[in-house]
């Protein structure tokens, strides 16, 4: 089984990119939380992103893998103020930029998958611990499970949650 985690709440800061964010600790036991939801046992990647890593780091002791591929939906250093809005025209749309400096969605689709499907050939039969971003994931359990990305499950993720994907 693949287990989809999204980091934990960020302290967000204007100016800063997102992907440099870290997690804010007043949401530390929202991630502890998440422990019993999670396999003893399993193989942990996490993306190279620091609010990832972090999360990663409250909800298990052992190793985790770090992999380039599984970062977030690359959006530039910018802040945008319609956040919401903008994601969704990039589902919208996926071939196209949501917003200047904003990759294709299909570029991140195609990238964690690229991730993802190596990490699961490498550990098959096993249960496999990935750790992440809403729209990657949002992403990737779409493309695993053959249907079309649930822009409405996106968009109701907590900070943290959990995703339970069984691959076709």
Request: with cysteine; proline share 6%; aromatic share 8%.
């Amino acid at each position: 089984m693949l287990f989809l985690v999204r980091h934990g709440r960020p302290v967000q800061v204007r100016g800063v990119a997102a992907e440099h964010w870290e997690l804010d600790p007043a949401g530390f036991d929202d991630v502890w939380a998440l422990r019993d939801r999670l396999p003893a046992g399993a193989t942990w990647y996490s993306s190279p992103e620091t609010k990832a890593q972090q999360t990663a780091q409250l909800l298990t002791d052992g190793e985790v893998g770090v992999v380039e591929g599984l970062r977030e939906h690359v959006r530039g250093g910018a802040w945008v103020e319609d956040f919401q809005a903008t994601v969704e025209r990039a589902f919208a749309d996926p071939t196209v930029p949501a917003y200047d400096g904003w990759e294709p969605l299909e570029e991140c689709r195609a990238r964690v998958m690229k991730a993802a499907a190596g990490i699961l050939s490498a550990h098959a039969g096993e249960d496999v611990v990935l750790v992440g971003h809403g729209t990657a994931w949002t992403v990737l359990a779409s493309e695993l499970t053959g249907t079309l990305p649930d822009v409405a499950r996106w968009r109701n993720l907590g900070m943290p949650d959990v995703v339970t994907v069984a691959p076709r």
